[in-house]
């Protein structure tokens, strides 16, 4: 109950969001579907093979194709066309094999590096240069992007190797990530009792 409770008040701050400065309740919604996508995860670990099936590929293709050129991103329907894309990827969809691939899953290894350094690089570039990036045209913007990309590619890789894959190899030498998922298991067994 407490969580279908949490989970419809999001959701109103996300129809009626409310601002104070930076602050923006909008995009709480967005951490409800993540933890939504955790719940069904650790729910459906034993029914893997069936999201990875074609049908569910040709419904994951089309909800990122619709999402992309749906014009009015964040409104309600884009959310969810989103959400329909995201929670089938996250239990293990892999679009017809794409997420396997050496490059999807070295991809997927740096993300979080990516996360955290595209807006960084974007911005010593554009500051660095001192473009406005509203009179770019559509044409040279195509052609720096993929240089752009590569180079946050690079950092991101950096930053992996010598920052996060340390700890990362460290948290799992002490067995960190397991004691999280078991006092998680714990918490959530006793509130679904």
Wanted: positive net charge; glycine residues 4%.
């Amino acid at each position: 109950l407490a969580v279908i409770l949490l989970f419809a008040a999001l959701l109103l701050l996300f129809i009626n969001p409310l601002r104070v400065e930076y602050f923006f309740t909008r995009y709480f919604i967005l951490f409800a579907i993540g933890g939504i996508a955790a719940v069904l995860y650790l729910k459906l670990q034993n029914h893997k093979t069936r999201i990875d099936s074609h049908i569910w590929s040709f419904i994951v293709l089309l909800m990122l194709l619709a999402a992309l050129f749906y014009p009015d991103t964040f409104s309600p329907l884009h959310v969810l066309l989103m959400t329909l894309f995201f929670i089938p990827v996250a239990l293990g969809n892999t679009l017809f094999g794409l997420f396997k691939t050496k490059a999807s899953v070295y991809l997927g290894e740096i993300s979080y590096s990516i996360y955290l350094l595209h807006g960084a690089v974007l911005y010593i570039l554009f500051s660095a240069i001192n473009i406005d990036i509203s009179e770019i045209s559509l044409v040279h913007f195509l052609v720096w992007l993929p240089f752009i990309g590569l180079l946050v590619i690079l950092f991101s890789t950096l930053t992996y190797l010598y920052i996060e894959k340390p700890f990362l190899e460290y948290s799992r030498e002490n067995n960190l990530i397991k004691n999280i998922k078991a006092f998680a298991a714990i918490k959530f067994n006793r509130n679904t009792d």
